[in-house]
């Protein structure tokens, strides 16, 4: 079973629409991904604001920061 995730980001952020990008064909494939705005929570903000994006495996707390590409994040989340 592929863990579920989260990507950390906000909009007009060229490199999120990027990660995004790369997470798409693994969503084909079963991928569970939440896409957060950290401009709508001040904690998610003070974070990640220099870091983004950042993709989170939800059962582990991993993360994998950007850049990445798809061989990347299919040993992340292995």
Avoid at 31 to 44: G, K, M, R, T
């Amino acid at each position: 079973m592929t863990p579920e995730c989260q990507l950390f980001g906000t909009l007009g952020c060229h490199l999120c629409e990027l990660a995004e990008a790369e997470l798409m064909p693994l969503v084909g494939h079963g991928l569970q991904v939440e896409l957060l705005d950290i401009a709508d929570d001040a904690s998610l903000y003070d974070s990640y604001c220099l870091h983004i994006p950042v993709l989170r495996r939800i059962d582990t707390g991993a993360e994998l920061a950007w850049p990445f590409d798809t061989e990347q994040v299919v040993a992340f989340l292995r």
